[in-house]
């Protein structure tokens, strides 16, 4: 109806990209066949405007999980790869899920399509901003030609709102704010004659678990884990520095405070290893199961350029297979909490995250799940602690620049503790200077969701800081202010690289610096930071010298005009006729509009083929 064209895509077992219907099928097992999508597209009209991926709605919880994940987040995974390498259009993705979101008038949710938005958000918040559209969720519930009408008039509106949920005729948006539905702390106080099981359990954050645990009267703790822990006659046998020396001093220190801690070498997401696991404590006579912490989960920080679907899938894993198995396994166990350790990286994306914000997006979404169901359910979207990954890793820097706060162990085991008997089936618990994650990762575009932070905070010496430095520019000549970019790059890129700014000429591109992904999102950080925009982060991988940077980025800047008179010309008035003309549009049907801009079409084919003949 609004003259759009339209070319659906369908899932089809095809062993080559087949047109069919004024539209493709294409194989999800074949991802090359989405590359020659775009490819073949693109020769035949020359552009694309966007993408609509319903195929989410097609995953379902009867559905093989491989199955699943071919058609929802492997699928998107290989569309924006598809993107990267046609980087002369910048379609816009927007992703389709049906109850995929616990807002108001969801009947039941389907969690496995909650993981679309995750990546979603790390897709249009991060890595490609200037290709997102948005997340759409709808209700199967709905009438889905008034659904389908909704879903257009949002897209062809170009909305500021980038995540929303369709529900009948209302439309619900995501805002983040600060909690204020908790319930009055009591002091926590743990069964004695019970079981409390740790997923994860040899981990930086699974030791510190334990230890709660004990604190608060545990007597009888269970560790799983994937690694075997040696036995304890071996223990002082283990030479210095090795990695077991950290969950044995943990160990020793639960069994000093009076409690029993077993260890069990446990693959979650392996369905038999983790009934076995619990068929054997019953028939030992273990204390029955009476609380679980999911502590489980894995990282592998890459964009999603460079990401393979082995990489996706390894880290969605323990978090998503692990948290249904325990599901499932303890199905009619009594339990006084069931508490998964998420991520704020499922709603605060982060670069490089695309497959551990996925993986947590379900756990928020889980939590929901089982609570629909009567049964104890918390998520707990951590921010960044001080320990485990961050420590491993050396990223304190990074996140200080964001304006992140660390979680250190004491105060991560005071938010668990306020937390762990609460009613809310899932909350973020985050410290940060939004202003300056506003500027600093977002480049100062902070998406809608975040609109109710950091609001009323009062800018700081970065923005002083940047603005500074427009001023700086716009008063130079023109022809300097190329040179005033790369060398404040040169300083940049000199922290980064831990380099002298000497040794760091305006030709060299950052490969050949040794430019990494992790480098990358650091680089970009202090690059938005300085200079207030969102520079991709595929602009700073494909090999740019400091020069090539500095002119993209000069491009970008709200500089003064060098002519005073510019953008100030006066719009010549329209003539009478132009009015005519503008009248009788208003006054045409859109029927009667279509024929007269087809009858002049036909006109200007026949007046440039009346020119090619003579």
Not at 137 to 159: E, F, G, R
Request: hydrophobic letters at 40%; charged letters at 20%; a negative charge.
């Amino acid at each position: 109806r609004s003259g759009h064209r339209v070319r659906p895509v369908v899932p089809q077992p095809v062993t080559v990209l087949t047109e069919i219907d004024g539209g493709y099928a294409l194989n999800p097992q074949q991802p090359q066949q989405l590359h020659q999508l775009l490819e073949t597209h693109l020769e035949k009209n020359g552009s694309l405007a966007g993408v609509i991926n319903c195929w989410p709605l097609d995953i379902c919880a009867q559905g093989a999980t491989e199955k699943n994940y071919q058609i929802g987040v492997l699928t998107i995974l290989h569309i924006v790869k598809a993107f990267a390498d046609h980087d002369t259009v910048q379609p816009r993705l927007y992703l389709i899920t049906s109850n995929a979101q616990p807002t108001v008038g969801t009947e039941a949710l389907s969690v496995e399509q909650s993981a679309i938005w995750g990546l979603g958000r790390v897709i249009g918040h991060q890595e490609f901003v200037n290709r997102w559209g948005g997340l759409i969720d709808i209700s199967d519930a709905d009438d889905h030609v008034m659904t389908a009408s909704q879903i257009c008039k949002h897209i062809l509106a170009n909305d500021p709102e980038d995540q929303i949920a369709i529900r009948g005729r209302e439309t619900f948006v995501p805002r983040l704010r600060s909690s204020r539905s908790l319930t009055r702390a009591f002091p926590t106080k743990l069964t004695p004659d019970a079981t409390y099981v740790v997923t994860g359990g040899t981990g930086a954050l699974g030791r510190i678990v334990a230890t709660y645990l004990a604190e608060r009267g545990a007597r009888h703790i269970a560790l799983l884990c994937r690694s075997e822990i040696p036995p304890r006659d071996r223990w002082s046998l283990l030479p210095p520095g090795d990695g077991y020396h950290a969950i044995i001093k943990t160990i020793q220190k639960i069994e000093h405070l009076g409690a029993e801690v077993s260890t069990a070498s446990v693959d979650i997401t392996d369905a038999e290893q983790v009934r076995t696991w619990l068929s054997n404590h019953i028939r030992d006579g273990g204390r029955p199961v009476r609380g679980i912490v999911h502590a489980a989960g894995s990282v592998d920080d890459r964009l999603l350029v460079n990401m393979t679907e082995t990489d996706f899938t390894n880290v969605m894993a323990p978090k998503i297979t692990g948290a249904r198995l325990l599901h499932n396994t303890f199905e009619g166990h009594h339990l006084e909490f069931f508490v998964m350790f998420g991520s704020a990286g499922s709603v605060i994306a982060s670069p490089g995250q695309g497959n551990y914000a996925a993986a947590n997006a379900f756990l928020d979404a889980f939590a929901h799940y089982r609570q629909a169901q009567g049964l104890p359910a918390l998520t707990i979207g951590w921010g960044p602690w001080s320990v485990g990954m961050v420590e491993e890793l050396k990223l304190e820097k990074i996140y200080a620049q964001r304006g992140i706060d660390l979680i250190t162990p004491a105060l991560g085991t005071r938010i668990l503790d306020r937390l762990i008997s609460q009613k809310a089936p899932n909350v973020i618990a985050i410290s940060a200077d939004w202003m300056q994650a506003r500027r600093a990762g977002l480049g100062g575009q902070l998406p809608p969701m975040f609109s109710d932070l950091g609001t009323a905070e009062t800018s700081s010496d970065a923005t002083d800081s940047a603005s500074s430095l427009l001023e700086l520019l716009s008063g130079c000549p023109p022809a300097d202010r190329l040179d005033v970019v790369a060398s404040h790059l040169r300083q940049v890129v000199a922290a980064v690289f831990e380099l002298a700014v000497g040794d760091i000429g305006s030709d060299d591109a950052l490969d050949d610096l040794g430019l990494d992904s992790m480098m990358a999102m650091d680089f970009r950080v202090r690059i938005n930071a300085m200079f207030a925009i969102d520079l991709p982060l595929l602009e700073l991988l494909r090999g740019v010298s400091i020069n090539s940077l500095a002119g993209r980025i000069l491009a970008q800047l709200p500089l003064a005009s060098d002519d005073p008179a510019a953008g100030t010309q006066e719009q010549p008035e329209p003539t009478p006729a132009d009015d005519d003309v503008d009248h009788l549009i208003d006054q045409l049907s859109e029927a009667e509009l279509r024929e007269v801009l087809a009858e002049l079409e036909k006109q200007s084919l026949e007046q440039e083929a009346g020119e090619a003949r003579s």
